[in-house]
């Protein structure tokens, strides 16, 4: 598979928005669940959404749910993040990850374990 490539990642206010976008070019996007994670200075890299697009599921994680909304451009092969209401505790690096759709579903987030394939993340800042 080519790399997973994000961008979108900057510097914003509390309260701002972002959109991350995903490029997943060679990878089908109705047979991968695509995921995106976060990974604040010093802690542990957590899910904060996913899509798997061949049954329309998307999940959130409770600290961004309401806030952030994931959709997947499955004809260019792009999976977005868009960020709203963006607080200090949002800032790190987010990470998009892929894993075929053959693994299954829970009902929920994927666990960060069943992800086989990884971007190199984009920086997000948020910061008064």
């Known amino acids: 598979q080519v790399p997973l490539v994000e961008s979108g990642g900057g510097v914003v206010q509390p309260g701002g928005s972002l959109r991350l976008s995903c490029d997943a070019s060679?990878?089908?996007?109705?047979?991968?669940?695509i995921g995106w994670f976060h990974q604040a200075p010093g802690q542990e890299r957590e899910g904060v959404a996913s899509?798997?697009?061949?049954?329309?599921?998307?999940y959130y994680s409770d600290s961004v749910k309401g806030r952030f909304t994931i959709a997947s451009d499955d004809a260019y092969q792009v999976v977005y993040l868009q960020m709203n209401s963006l607080k200090p505790e949002d800032t790190g690096i987010y990470y998009c990850?892929?894993?075929?759709?053959?693994?299954?579903?829970?009902?929920?987030?994927?666990?960060?374990?069943?992800?086989?394939?990884w971007g190199q993340g984009t920086q997000v800042n948020v910061s008064s």
């Open positions: 899509i798997y697009s061949k049954d329309g599921s998307t």
């Open positions: 060679g990878f089908a996007l109705d047979s991968y669940h």
């Open positions: 990850a892929a894993t075929p759709g053959a693994v299954g579903t829970v009902g929920r987030l994927l666990p960060k374990s069943w992800y086989h394939y």
